[in-house]
């Protein structure tokens, strides 16, 4: 049996996805997350291989010994407040993004973990931006979800090089799958589920907004490869991916490719539309592809494709 994992934000979305991965890669699986019940992790819970920790990131000793009592190798730092979430309450966030953050890293330096990774976002970049954003733009998030996320960044470079602590990070755009349901960049995910469900989808945007996201299966999948990319090959510690970018018309046209009936109106609330439209619009994921090999495994037609399946499976819509 391979390594064993401690996920931080185990049983929220993408941290379940992990999870779910790594299980059926053969690792073992240790869940921290403040509940031991989440909708999201009914297909894993009763795998033998997968424990439930229950704690919180703000807790210095609850992180600290659930690496310790565990064994763990390397750690999924998941856990984290979202943009909507982090807006209504900065301090929490910062409680939990920034100081959850370095419970993290110093509990990976105190027990030795091999590899911290870390997922980011585009919402650390602000105005200003080229449309194409790479490794070398300067981030000036004008949210406190991307601030606390530029300091996690930060944190993870400086206790790589003083520490030797192997964090590894990428810059997600938004994650688009039949769970995610909620949250700021989520009419990327509902535009989908929504018609494919037979129901009439009011989006909080306007047509030109233009968020980027890639389907879980890539998130996943970006995590788990940079998790094993081989160090020599990689130059930096932070990377940009590849992504899909087009504008919620254009999600909105393709939708109606596979879903001819699908009934899409455009409502936008001004705040969330200036917040989005501040993020970067695309990225530019040139050095994850050259130095570990990061390529999308689904472009627009097959996320759309996969999110209509699944949700006509019901496995996480019912
Ligand atoms: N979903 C996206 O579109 C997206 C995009 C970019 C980056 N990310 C990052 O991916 C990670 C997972 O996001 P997600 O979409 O699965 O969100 P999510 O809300 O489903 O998962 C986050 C988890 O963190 C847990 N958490 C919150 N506060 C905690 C605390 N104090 N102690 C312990 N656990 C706590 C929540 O309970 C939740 O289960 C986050 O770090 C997020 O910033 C997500």
Known sequence: MMGKNLITGGLGFLGSRVAKRLLDDGEE???????????????????????????DLRNFAQVIEAVKDNDIECIYHLGALLANEAEVSP??????????????LEAARLFKVSCVIFPSTIATYGQGIPDVVNEDVVQYPNNMYGVTK??????????YHRYGVNFRSVRFPAIVGPERTTGLSSYTSLMIIEP???RTYRTYVDEKVRCPFIYKNDAVNALVSLRYADEACLKRRVYNIEVISCTAAEEAAAVKKYLPEAKIEFHPDKKS?????????????????????????????????????EVRQGTFTS
């Open 29 to 55: 699986v240790v869940l921290f997350g403040r509940t031991t019940k989440s909708r999201f992790i009914k297909d894993i819970e009763e795998d033998k291989r997968l424990k439930i920790v229950q704690g």
């Open 91 to 104: 301090q929490t966030a910062y409680e939990v993004n920034v100081n959850g953050t370095y419970h993290v």
């Open 150 to 159: 530029v300091i996690g960044e930060r944190l993870g470079e400086y206790y």
């Open 196 to 198: 494919a469900m037979g």
């Open 273 to 309: 539309v200036e917040i989005l439209n501040a993020w970067a619009k695309d990225m530019d994921g040139t050095r994850a592809f050259q130095e570990w090999g990061f390529r999308l495994q689904y472009g627009l037609e097959e996320t759309i494709k996969a999110v209509i399946d």
